[in-house]
């Protein structure tokens, strides 16, 4: 037994905020499909809390992680990656943060960690994998690698009731398009509605995995457009929520032996390099004159990379610190990185783990798109331009996504010494 507990906090914004999560889309919020949310759950001494927004940055993950009332190494603060949600991280995404929101956002993820503290009670944990659902695609390549994996943790309390259910699936929360304009958790929000309607009382969270490269079929360029898809709707976002649920709820999971809760960071570095070819001035000169020429969606996109070339002109390229953490439970693992973690990258991590878990990303920051070394050369979105909507002044340098399976390997080596000495 091990004592857990779980809080929820609404942090649905009102109406008429600045959107996230397309580079084409400048409409503002009209109004909410569904609740935002931030979720917590407190395991022993280690916690996770995750909500509804686009991403957490650095500094907010450590003022969260300060408040939380626990050893700040054992808090992971990670974002579901929905693109239907408010601008969450000052400074980047592409358009200006509301500060209000931004406290918001920070009080209701201290607030959940709070209540989940404060409601915790002696639980069994049960572990066991889904069957694969078969939603997430690779949208680079079509045989590209896919975490596959559908990891599922039940907490139950004395009596034998579901208290929380711990899940994760990698796949991009971004079934609806640029023309929606109403807050949404996207997939994740019918996925837990389902898992909590087949565990009435339990709290569900889910955490997104490493899903950079993994999403529901269609290419990252179509952020770039305002064309309505008649495959990403509301219902299709249902359909793909409810699916993956159905796979949690039918999990079949195995007591887990929980001696000692244990957890380790590791800080690494992660260099950045310039892969366009002319200099930022001469771009801000060259994407200026298309914005002019341009119409609808290009005309934002050329205004919004001319902007960011006047912004990093100057600049120089030092290199940003990541943090990578682990956590063990018993026998069950968890690895969580920053940023748009690739496929690939989790598939290594899940190799050198050495037990069953949770490969997340999103977590205690996001500063874009890290790929692994080999995917350089397929160049596109991820790699060449992403930077630019994230507000960094460069690519991450190749090897970047290796450094943090290193630290992993790290954080992970750690987490499992401290399980071992009771």
């Known amino acids: 037994m091990v004592r857990v507990g779980a809080g929820v906090v609404d942090i649905t914004p009102p109406a008429g905020l600045a959107m996230t999560g397309f580079g084409a889309r400048t409409e503002p919020a009209t109004g ?27 500094a907010m993950s450590a003022r ?7 050893d700040e190494r054992a808090v992971v603060v990670a ?48 572990f066991g994998y889904g069957a694969e659902p078969g939603i ?51 997939y994740p929000h019918f996925l837990r509605a389902e898992v909590e309607g087949y565990f009435p009382g339990a709290v569900a969270v889910f955490l997104t995995g490493c899903a950079g490269d993994i999403n529901t079929g269609h290419t990252a360029q179509a952020s770039m457009s305002l064309a309505a898809n008649p495959a990403r709707t509301y219902t299709e976002a249902e359909r793909i929520g409810r699916a993956i649920a159905r796979s949690v709820c039918e999990a079949v999971v195995e007591p887990v032996m929980v001696e000692k809760t ?9 260099d950045f390099e310039r892969r366009e070819a002319e200099s930022l001035p001469e771009l801000v000169r060259q994407w200026s004159m298309a914005a ?9 996109i050329f205004r919004a990379w001319a902007a960011w070339a006047h912004r990093f002109a100057e600049d120089p390229l030092l290199p940003l610190q990541a943090r990578v953490s682990a956590m063990r439970w018993g026998g069950v693992g968890l690895a969580a990185l920053p940023g748009e973690i690739f496929s690939q990258t989790a598939l290594d991590i899940r190799t050198l783990m050495g037990l069953p878990g949770f490969v997340i990303c999103y ?21 060449d331009e992403a930077h630019r909507y994230y507000g960094l002044p460069a690519s991450f340098a190749k090897g970047s996504a290796e450094r943090l399976v290193e630290a992993a390997a790290h954080a992970l080596e750690q987490a499992g010494k401290g399980a071992k000495t009771a």
């Open 32 to 58: 909410a499909h569904d609740r935002l949310t931030a979720r917590a759950l407190v395991i022993g001494d280690t916690a996770v809390v995750v909500a509804d927004v686009l991403g957490i940055d650095a």
């Open 64 to 70: 969260i992680r300060a408040r939380s009332g626990l």
């Open 79 to 126: 974002a579901v990656h929905n693109h239907g949600g408010p601008v969450s991280m000052a400074g980047r995404l592409g358009a200006e943060a509301e500060p209000n929101f931004l406290q918001m956002l920070e009080d209701g993820c201290v607030e959940a960690l709070r209540m989940a503290r404060e409601t915790a009670c002696e639980c069994s944990l049960h």
């Open 136 to 186: 997430g695609k690779n949208r680079r390549h079509a045989d590209g690698p896919i975490d596959r994996k559908l990891p599922v943790l039940i907490a139950r309390n004395a009596g034998g009731e579901a208290l929380a259910v711990l899940t994760s699936y990698a796949c991009h929360p971004v079934v609806l398009d640029a023309t929606n304009l109403l807050w949404t958790a996207d």
């Open 262 to 270: 244990a957890f380790a960071e590791a800080m690494t570095l992660l």
């Open 292 to 300: 002019d020429e341009a119409e609808g969606p290009q005309k934002v």
């Open 363 to 383: 977590a205690d920051d996001n500063p874009g798109y890290i790929p692994p070394a080999p995917e350089y050369a397929h160049g596109g979105y991820e790699v």
